[in-house]
């Protein structure tokens, strides 16, 4: 089964900081990897696929890079809403369709 | 719009069962793949089980497999997830989620609110 580790597993920042995930395969996994936002008892949100897409009505502030093993998810000036807990996703090779462990963003 | 609705959650004794259920709408459902997902208190996310838009195939993680089910009623925008001989760990909240695009297995677009099981 392909791992995802991302790192850090949490960061504190502030409203308009720009923060930087990162999310490392086990191996090769082209572009297929999409990133989630979830918010405590909010159902997960889509917030990019296929490594740099996004999805439409996902604010621009977000963006994603990469390909093979290696991938970021950056979100600029950081608003009040983006406070949540990021997991990154590979769709290459499946099943198992595995997540990341993580990222919390927090407020400092 | 599109929405997907879990239900079925609830308290179960160790080694019990529960049958969770997502009702879809707003989107042609038989077109569409769908995958239960859940998150234990503290941990991540863990994909569950994925069903292929006919039905035709099926897949678990391993954790779940041989003791849960996943199945779906085309003609009512209804997908299912039989859980058995349930143990502790299981305790989560579950989550179903639609593909991105018709026939395909990439990516979950749509989510919905999840339904709590502790066991």
């Known amino acids: 089964d392909i791992q995802l580790t991302q790192s850090p597993s949490s960061l504190s920042a502030s409203v308009g900081d720009t923060v930087t995930i990162t999310c490392r395969a086990s191996?090769?996994?082209?572009?297929?990897l999409n990133w989630y936002q979830h918010t405590p008892g909010k159902a997960p949100k889509l917030l990019i696929y296929?490594?740099?897409r996004l999805p439409s009505g996902v604010p621009s502030r977000f963006s994603g890079s990469g390909s093979g093993t290696d991938f970021t998810l950056t979100v600029t000036s950081l608003q009040p809403e983006d406070f949540a807990t990021y997991f990154c996703q590979q769709s290459y090779v499946t099943p198992p369709w595995t997540f990341g462990q993580g990222t919390k963003v927090e407020i400092k | 719009q599109v929405q997907l609705v879990e239900s079925g959650g609830g308290v179960v004794r160790p080694g019990g069962s529960r049958r969770l259920s997502c009702a879809a709408s707003?989107?042609?459902?038989?077109?569409?793949?769908m995958h239960w997902v859940r998150q234990a208190p503290g941990k991540g996310l863990e994909w569950v089980a994925f069903i292929f838009y006919d039905g035709t195939e099926k897949n678990y993680g391993d954790s779940v497999k041989g003791r849960f089910t996943i199945s779906r009623d085309n003609s009512n925008n209804m997908v299912y997830l039989e859980m058995n001989s349930l143990r502790p760990e299981d305790t989560a909240v579950y989550y179903c989620?639609?593909?991105?695009?018709?026939?395909?297995?990439?990516?979950?677009?749509?989510w919905g609110q999840g339904t709590t099981v502790t066991v």
């Open positions: 989620a639609k593909v991105m695009k018709a026939h395909d297995t990439n990516g979950m677009d749509v």
């Open positions: 707003g989107f042609s459902f038989s077109a569409y793949g």
């Open positions: 296929g490594a740099s």
């Open positions: 191996q090769s996994i082209s572009i297929y």
